[in-house]
């Protein structure tokens, strides 16, 4: 079961950092042709939103979930992210910041689920 919680935890940290880089690439290359690099340095960058964790004690806690908690992953800061979706002005950027949004949500189910199996072992 311990190597099982490894494999997973290991797992969790490749899609987690696959998503919030790679994939954007992925996406930005199949829907943006020649400006592809551009829409993925764009999309990388959302990972900014992570600064609002350098308020938080402990600054880094792997099993905290940062959806709801930090003031830039907050639920009002989602619904402004959402709204910005719709100006074309700001769309690349919104996008770009509800995939990260979608990225830490996926890597909270993560959590819960790593941390049930290892409730289970005690
Ligand atoms: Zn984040």
Redo the contacts with the bound molecule.
């Keep these: 079961m311990t190597t099982t919680i490894y494999f997973l935890e290991h797992l969790q940290f490749c899609i987690h950092y696959g998503l919030h880089f790679l994939f954007p690439g992925i996406l930005a290359w199949y829907f943006y042709n020649s400006q592809w690099k551009k829409v993925w340095i764009i999309w990388a960058s959302t990972i900014l ?2 600064l609002d964790h350098l308020l938080a004690t402990p600054m880094f806690d792997p099993t905290r979930c ?1 959806i709801g908690f930090h003031p830039l ?1 907050s639920y009002p800061a989602i619904a402004i992210y959402v709204v910005l979706l719709f100006p074309a002005r700001t769309r690349l950027v919104a996008i770009g910041l509800v995939m ?1 949004m979608l990225t ?1 949500y996926q890597d909270c189910c993560w959590n819960r689920y790593i941390m049930a199996l290892q409730s289970q072992l005690i």
Excluded: T
Aim: aromatic residues 0%.
């Design positions: 939103v992570d940062s992953h990260h830490d």
